[in-house]
């Protein structure tokens, strides 16, 4: 059974950064895109980030500052936080759909604070 697990999610200083990685495991299928979500205390999930077949496409609140990255062949996506503020404190859900189901992460903690 194919199992999605996130990482890479802590506590950072105003201005730095970190990277978060998803991976899929056990996936016989395709995929056919991956994302970044996030949801802030009080708000609704949005949308950070997503790539299909390579096109990417942000949320303009961290255009410049983030960057989604795909490696197919390893069922895995990546999200580099740079520049990091304070309003990107949140819970950051990795989500990669495939010709065989869709797979949500359990989500990971970044917390921006000084």
């Known amino acids: 059974q194919a199992q999605l697990v996130e990482s890479g999610g802590g506590l950072v200083q105003p201005g730095g950064a970190l990277r978060l990685s998803c991976a899929l495991s056990?996936?016989?299928?395709?995929?056919?895109?991956m994302g970044w979500y996030r949801q802030a205390p009080g708000k609704q999930r949005e949308t950070v980030a997503s790539?299909?077949?390579?096109?990417?496409v942000y949320a303009d609140s961290v255009k410049g500052r983030f960057t989604i990255s795909g490696d197919y062949a390893n069922n895995t996506v990546y999200l580099q936080m740079n520049s990091l503020q304070p309003e990107d404190t949140a819970v950051y859900y990795c989500a990669i759909r495939t010709l065989g189901g869709n797979y949500w992460g359990q989500g990971t903690q970044v917390i921006v604070s000084s």
């Open positions: 790539i299909t077949r390579g096109s990417t």
């Open positions: 056990g996936n016989t299928f395709s995929i056919s895109s």
